[in-house]
């Protein structure tokens, strides 16, 4: 669904996105991750024909965002950080004149209330815009984002300023999206990213520093490599499991676990196998997703 390559995009001398390459496939949903000035708002304008890029280019569907533009933006879906609204306009007319932008001719009455039921808003969508809470404001960005129907969804930061009620709401909503829709979703929040997307784009400085899924990303770096055991019988378990291959230490902790760290030869198998000797209750990866991005955008490069 969307294929980048040698994305470079200059304000002047500062370069914002730096010969940035990667592929998403139709269907997936990717968390595109990155700290402050990254360069992610960027690419995302970029990748929705919002922006031009200095160099590389960007094909969508198949088709070249720059020389292909009209058949390109007909399958993307944008929802900015803070959507562009009309605050004196009704929901319903406001998605109406969204559809009316994005080409929608034929049943174009039908779309609008689609996308306003897909999006939870039938209950509010006689209301005027400005009166709704920023909650209801984020769906109708959506609802604009889907009212085409695209086959390309780009979400930056759909959830930005939401109370955690809310946060839910538009993180179900995300969810029920999938399969249907390719969705490209930046977030400053990791646990949307764990629970909503199949693979994750780390960049930093404009450049990709990685891609992968969040256990391939756990394998790829030291932070993720370590095992919490719980067990029945301790006594013995330290000498036994410090033993095998690839592991380079195995620290006792209160309550009765063990943290077995481990190294680029990842013997979890073996070690879950040792430790059922001992009545292996509980086998657990330790680092999330924060601990890998951490480790991704305060060290070096891959």
């Known amino acids: 669904m969307i294929e980048v390559q040698s994305l470079t ?11 940035l390459s990667f592929t998403v496939a139709e269907g997936e949903v990717v968390g595109f991750l990155g700290p402050n000035g990254a360069g992610k708002t960027t690419t995302m304008r970029i990748l929705c024909g919002a922006l031009g890029a200095t160099s ?57 209330e689609r996308a306003i039921l897909r999006t939870g808003l039938a209950d509010v969508a006689g209301r005027v815009i400005n009166h709704l809470s920023k909650g209801y404001r984020q769906r109708v960005g959506l609802a604009q984002a889907l009212v085409h129907d695209p086959k390309l969804l780009i979400l930056d930061e759909p959830t930005s300023g939401l109370d955690p009620a809310q946060m839910a709401e538009i993180r179900s909503l995300v969810s029920e999206l999938r399969g249907s829709h390719t969705i490209v979703l930046s977030t400053h929040i990791l646990s949307e990213v764990t629970a909503s997307c199949d693979r994750v784009l780390i960049i930093k400085g404009g450049r990709l520093v990685h891609a992968g899924t969040e256990e391939e990303l756990r394998h790829q770096m030291s932070a993720g490599r370590r095992l919490r055991l719980r067990v029945e019988q301790a006594e013995g378990l330290q000498a036994a499991v410090l033993g095998i291959d690839g592991v380079t230490e195995v620290a006792a902790r209160e309550g009765g676990d063990f943290v077995v760290s481990l190294d680029d030869r990842d ?24 601990e890998v991005y951490l480790a991704a955008v305060t060290g070096g490069e891959s």
Request: glycine content about 14%.
């Open 9 to 19: 995009r200059r304000y002047g001398s500062l370069v914002a996105v730096d010969a």
């Open 56 to 112: 590389g280019t960007v094909r969508i569907g198949g088709h070249d965002l720059a020389s292909d533009s009209k058949k390109a933006r007909k399958l993307i879906g944008y929802l900015p950080e803070s959507p562009p609204l009309y605050g004196a306009m009704t929901v319903r007319s406001f998605v109406d004149h969204a559809a009316r932008l994005n080409g929608v001719k034929a049943g174009r009455g039908d779309a609008v």
């Open 267 to 290: 013997p979890r198998a073996a070690v879950n196998a040792a430790a059922a000797g001992f009545g292996l209750l509980e086998s657990r990866t330790e680092g999330g997703l924060e």
